[in-house]
């Protein structure tokens, strides 16, 4: 009854090739204007979700505090020090135009720092510098031991070699904060232009959270606008060289057109907004749509060179595929799917988007692209009797040298597996990006020259109103900066307690026997009320203390780079906080230790929906194929590749990172495909009474070819990612394009000598 229903279907498909020709083509219009809707965000923090902890808890703290968008900008002077008035007094004007940037709430840089001394009884607090220009050479003198001997200032706003100064930004961003983003860098941008040409002799170097969004933006640009494009001539000029078809190949350009115009077309009517981790989805869509149409324009050339003419020739190749290309769309459907388990919800996007798009390549396969191939002139050259095709002669060997390949392919997978505990799990935000990239560069000239810009945030609490005073509270405080400075990955500690360390030597006559606690609690609480009396507008300490005065903000920054790190750090930071302070006992907060966790929180999520995506596969293969022994046997090829890829990883790079643990749900979906399509001719060989041998020569010559060719596409595509400026894209390409032709190893050399030795029976 399936094959009359399927004979049925295909005579109406090739008698009325126009009418569907047209439907797919109205079809395709009215999803495709969804096309204007679609967004692109400047917000790195779309990446987290609402459910992930660290992101919960750094919102927590700037709720208590105050936002942390920020934008840092470093100068270094050529002469090689910052305290000459010529490079004092660019800072200076640098600092007094950054009040004037749209959205900012706080400028803090060397020159504007809120420097207080004692001049008899009272507590003066002003800029440590003021008019730069008219510095005597002792102002000079004085300035710098200021800054390089103060607690506050070394290792944060001023390099402790005294070579390159820096000036933070903060801001509070609007609801349109796409917008804001990218007025804010042109501001800067032309802030910083202005500054070079006026001060030839100084370098200027811009990075922040706010200028990672808007290169955020620009790398999801131009992974739409030359990533798509590259991957479609590769397409094109790939399907060309194999097919030996042009008429074939612009079939599969039609195919392709109308699944990626349907497809974000769909994704812009429900208002898809798109980030660098989401960019590839016409790029991955376009590859694999390919798949389906590679495998029924094969056949069709195929038939055709053996004298069938077009239209029968069409036929049998969708009878011969059309179950195979509904299974590997449902399976890669499944794999794409299983993404919704990550932690990212741009992933999530990713999965169903491609997902959708697999569906959307089904349909066209099935309805618009055997409709064109009838109403096309297609020609297929005569395949010649007196010769044997390649994977002919490639199956024969398979079958000669089976025991070799089998043990070959075994020594190799053991070798390549024993990489894998060589993977570090780990992200560097800075290193989203490559060095093509402005944000990169500075990035990494900050961070070599003057500071990390990786915080572990902690919001410590008294645990009553008007507590952060008492004395005893302090000792606490104190204590844990001690710590914390004691550590060789940190670099610089921010806390309150040197604040009123710094408030009691002023106030006993900057007299630095009294550079420590105040032991009376009214006296704490009365210098602190002097000295926010005494701070210029602006400069309040709203982001070091909550209104109620009950939290103080203690903000760590760490040298190193590597997320492991700082999350070793972070649970030696706890065990000694339990031990010692417990009521201080919590973990650490802020952008840097969301994106430490971010990996590890994606890793286990995706595995628990690879898992659950693997079993449904299994099933449903194990149910397909009628046989227990036949599903697990189609298995191994497909759980193999990936473990031999993050093998090889592990002695090649020995980092992976958000994108790794996306790779083997998205390949899983992908190399599932093959195994299919050859399992089924090697099923029906069988079930026609061909013995194993025999039945893997059938699937070779029938399949070979189509597997090869997809194969070929498949990875190139994926390659091209490596081209991406966004590390995350780049990564996610290698690694699924590695795993691509390792699945194509095991499908030709393993899956066949599987066969042979385990499915026996007659």
């Not at 510095?135 to 390099?159: F, N, T, Y």
């Not at 290169?215 to 640009?221: I, L, Q």
């Amino acid at each position: 009854m399936t094959s009359l229903l399927l004979d049925r279907y295909i005579e109406v498909i090739l008698r009325y090739r126009w009418l569907v020709v047209t439907l797919a083509t109205l079809l395709t219009l009215i999803t495709g204007a969804g096309l204007r809707f679609i967004g692109v965000t400047n917000d790195y923090r779309i990446m987290f979700s609402e459910e992930n902890p660290q992101y919960v808890d750094f919102q927590a703290l700037e709720n208590i505090f105050s936002t942390s968008n920020m934008a840092f900008i470093a100068i270094a002077p050529r002469g090689g020090s910052v305290f000459t008035r010529e490079a004092l007094g660019a800072l200076e004007e640098l600092t007094e135009a950054a009040w004037r940037t749209p959205h900012s709430r706080r400028v803090d840089s060397l020159t504007n720092y809120s420097h207080s001394r004692a001049k008899g009884d009272e507590l003066i607090v002003e800029p440590l510098v003021d008019d730069a220009r008219s510095l005597s050479d002792a102002d000079l003198a004085r300035i710098r031991k200021i800054a390089l001997e103060s607690r506050d200032l070394p290792g944060r706003l001023v390099s402790r070699k005294g070579h390159v100064a820096g000036l933070a930004i903060t801001f509070v961003l609007p609801d349109d904060m796409d917008a804001a983003v990218v007025s804010i860098n042109d501001y800067l941008n032309a802030l910083l232009k202005r500054a070079g040409a006026r001060h030839p002799d100084i370098a200027y170097y811009l990075s922040g959270d706010v200028i990672s969004n808007r290169t955020f933006s620009v790398a999801t640009y131009n992974d739409f606008v030359f990533l798509a494009p590259i991957v479609f001539v590769m397409i094109v000029v790939i399907s060309t060289l194999l097919l030996r078809s042009l008429l074939g190949t612009f079939s599969i350009i039609v195919v392709i057109g109308f699944v990626i115009l349907s497809t974000m077309g769909i994704a812009g009517w429900l208002g898809t907004v798109f980030s660098p981790t989401n960019a590839g989805v016409p790029t991955i869509v376009m590859a694999t749509c390919v798949a389906h149409s590679i495998h029924i324009i094969t056949t069709t050339l195929l038939g055709m060179g053996h004298g069938l003419d077009r239209d029968k020739a069409i036929a049998e190749s969708l009878r011969t595929n059309a179950w195979p290309v509904f299974l590997t769309s449902i399976t890669t459907a499944i794999g794409f799917l299983s993404l919704n388990s990550s932690d990212s919800p741009p992933a999530r996007i990713l999965g169903n988007l491609v997902a959708l798009g697999v569906l959307w390549a089904f349909l066209y396969s099935m309805t618009l692209l055997p409709a064109l191939l009838s109403i096309l002139p297609l020609r297929a050259r005569r395949i010649p009797t007196d010769k044997s095709p390649f994977f002919v002669r490639f199956g024969a060997f398979v079958v000669k040298r089976r025991a070799f390949l089998l043990c070959f392919v075994a020594v190799l997978t053991a070798v390549l597996i024993t990489g894998i505990p060589r993977n570090e799990l780990t992200d560097r935000w800075t290193h989203y990006f490559d060095e093509r990239y402005r944000f990169r560069r500075d990035s990494d000239f900050i961070f070599d020259n003057l500071n990390s810009m990786n915080f572990l945030e902690y919001a410590l609490k008294a645990g009553r109103e008007g507590g952060i005073t008492d004395p005893e509270y302090l000792k606490k405080v104190e204590a844990f900066a001690k710590w914390y400075r004691e550590q060789p990955e940190v670099s610089h500690v921010q806390s309150f307690s040197d604040i009123m360390k710094r408030l009691n030597k002023n106030l006993h006559g900057d007299d630095p026997a009294f550079y420590k606690l105040p032991q009376d609690p009214r006296l704490a609480a009365q210098y602190l009320l002097l000295y926010e009396f005494s701070l210029p507008f602006g400069m309040d300490l709203n982001d070091r203390i909550d209104v109620a005065k009950s939290t103080t903000r203690m903000s760590v920054m760490v040298r190193s780079r590597s997320s492991r790190d700082q999350r070793e750090l972070d649970e030696r930071a706890k065990a000694w906080l339990r031990a010692n302070i417990p009521e201080f006992a919590t973990e650490a907060s802020g952008i840097t230790m969301i994106f430490a966790h971010l990996s590890l929180r994606n890793i286990h999520s995706m595995l628990r929906g690879t898992i659950i995506a693997m079993l449904i596969i299994s099933l449903l293969l194990i149910w397909v194929f009628k046989s227990v022994r036949l599903g697990l046997i189609s298995l191994v090829p497909n759980f193999i590749p990936a473990a031999m890829t993050f093998g090889l990883w592990g002695y090649m790079v020995g980092q992976v990172g958000f994108a790794g643990s996306l790779m083997t749900a998205i390949a899983f979906g992908i190399i599932v495909d093959d195994t299919i399509h050859f399992m089924s001719r090697y099923q029906k060989a069988r079930r026609m009474g061909f013995p194993a041998p025999e039945a893997v020569r059938a699937a070779f010559r029938i399949v070979g070819q189509a597997l090869w060719t997809t194969t070929a596409v498949l990875s190139l595509s994926f390659l091209v990612f490596a081209t991406s400026g966004f590390h995350g894209s780049r990564t996610l390409g290698l690694m699924v394009a590695i795993t691509l032709v390792f699945a194509l190893l095991a499908d030709f050399l393993l899956l066949p000598t599987l066969l042979m030795a385990l499915d026996r029976k007659k």
